[in-house]
């Protein structure tokens, strides 16, 4: 059989994007190849703490995470033939200080503007919740309709859907540059050769930026390091989303019982393992994850980690993703710089991705504000 060079559609990145996005497009009709330089999921799809929230959003990609949680994230299990463990049972964040209080009425008075359902609690009404809290909490901000599911079984399970539909899937092969012939983006230059398609899909996570580079696009995202642990399994205490208004962690309890908390010590961007395209943990991370649980939630103190990982962030300048077609570089749609929060809201931006690449627009939901060229120059 002769080698697949073209399709209706190459997709660059197998992560949860171009997997989904993969899928829906090939539901309708397209003829779809996605190049991923190593294996599906190997950046922060497969990695990530597997958050599916709306609180705490920047106003501007909350029609995108309000849309997920309604529409697509209750049914998805059955929409893929997997059981992406998805839990709709809250997310509360917490608050010990004047000051966290400050950060969280902050975010919950943007969210009940444009009508999502999260109010503030007191530490009290958060330990009814949830009684296993600090007495130290003495706030919290309560949205009831997030929730919380497993990262691994979602992206391999649209990978697998994809796959299904008739998707071709080619992985170890690394995207090096795109081109264009009479003005049009057409050729995906890789390190196998070249791939041509009239339609490309760049979600390549930060990795994306040079590559945009390569047509004159540039979008102000950087790589962040930032890191998971796993503790051993723990009889069922809560099945609700928890995060600080600090910063110090965030995560949930597990189906079969272990705490998956994410978060970072501060220092990361100065430590040795910061570089190259290493995955290796630092010695910092899971030690400062702890002390923020324990401070919230002494009764784990002697709970064991088992295992830590690590990922990288996509982090845009602004701390949103651009979604979008370029208009000037015709062919060529952008997804990328989700800066840590990418997850919750992806099977909805792959209905987005579809509809810019099927319709030329994003008519089912408003991303008018996540365009590639909102960002201004000093000058
Ligand atoms: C530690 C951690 C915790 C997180 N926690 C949460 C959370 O709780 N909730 C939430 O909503 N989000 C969370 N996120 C963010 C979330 O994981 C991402 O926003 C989301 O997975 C982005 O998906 P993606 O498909 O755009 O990117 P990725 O999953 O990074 O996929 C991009 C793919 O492109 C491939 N690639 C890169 N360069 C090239 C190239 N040159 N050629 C070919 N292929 C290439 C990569 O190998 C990768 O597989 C977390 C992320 C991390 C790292």
């Not at 991923?36 to 501007?60: F, H, L, M, T, Y």
């Not at 009684?131 to 391999?156: F, Q, R, V």
């Not at 081109?179 to 996570?205: F, H, M, N, S, W």
């Amino acid at each position: 059989m002769l080698e697949k060079r073209t399709a209706d559609v190459i997709i660059i990145g197998g992560g949860i994007m171009g997997c989904s996005t993969a899928y829906r497009l090939a539901k309708e009709g397209l003829d779809v190849l996605v190049l991923e330089k190593k294996e599906i999921g190997n950046g922060g799809s497969c990695r990530n703490a597997g958050g599916v929230r709306q609180s705490a959003r920047d106003p501007k990609e909350l029609p995108l995470a309000m849309y997920a949680v309604a529409n697509i994230w209750p049914t998805l299990s059955e929409e893929l033939g997997v059981d992406v463990e998805y839990v709709q049972k809250g997310n509360i964040r917490l608050g010990l200080t004047e000051k966290d209080i400050g950060i969280l009425e902050a975010h919950t008075a943007k969210s009940t503007k444009v009508g999502l359902d999260v109010k503030m609690i007191s530490g009290d009404e958060a330990r009814e919740i949830c009684p296993y809290m600090s007495k130290e909490i003495i706030a919290a901000s309560w949205c009831p309709t997030d929730g919380h599911a497993n990262p691994l079984k979602a992206t391999l399970g649209y990978y697998r859907k994809a796959l299904e539909m008739g998707v071709t899937f080619i992985t170890g092969v690394r995207v090096l540059a795109l081109e264009k012939v009479a003005g049009r983006v057409c050729k995906v230059v890789t390190d196998d050769g070249v791939y041509e398609a009239p339609q490309i899909l760049l979600c390549a996570g930060y990795e994306s930026r040079a590559i945009a580079n390569t047509v004159g696009v540039d979008v102000p995202v950087e790589r962040q390091f930032n890191e998971v642990l796993v503790t051993e399994a723990m009889p069922k205490m809560f099945d609700i989303m928890l995060g600080v208004a600090g910063g110090e962690f965030y995560g949930h309890q597990s189906e079969h019982g272990s705490f998956v908390l994410g978060g970072n010590s501060g220092l990361q961007a100065f430590t040795s393992n910061n570089a190259g395209e290493n995955f290796v943990t630092n010695p910092l991370t899971a030690p400062s994850i702890s002390r923020g649980i324990m401070r919230y939630f002494p009764c784990l103190k002697d709970v064991k980690v088992v295992r830590t990982w690590s990922g990288w962030y996509d982090q845009c300048i602004d701390v949103l993703p651009v979604i979008d077609n370029v208009k000037e570089v015709p062919g060529l749609t952008v997804a990328f710089g989700f800066s840590g929060h990418g997850f919750g809201i992806s099977p909805a931006v792959s209905l987005a991705i579809k509809e810019l690449m099927t319709e030329g627009k994003s008519k089912t939901i408003d991303i008018s504000q996540l365009t590639y060229d909102r960002f201004k120059t000093k000058s």
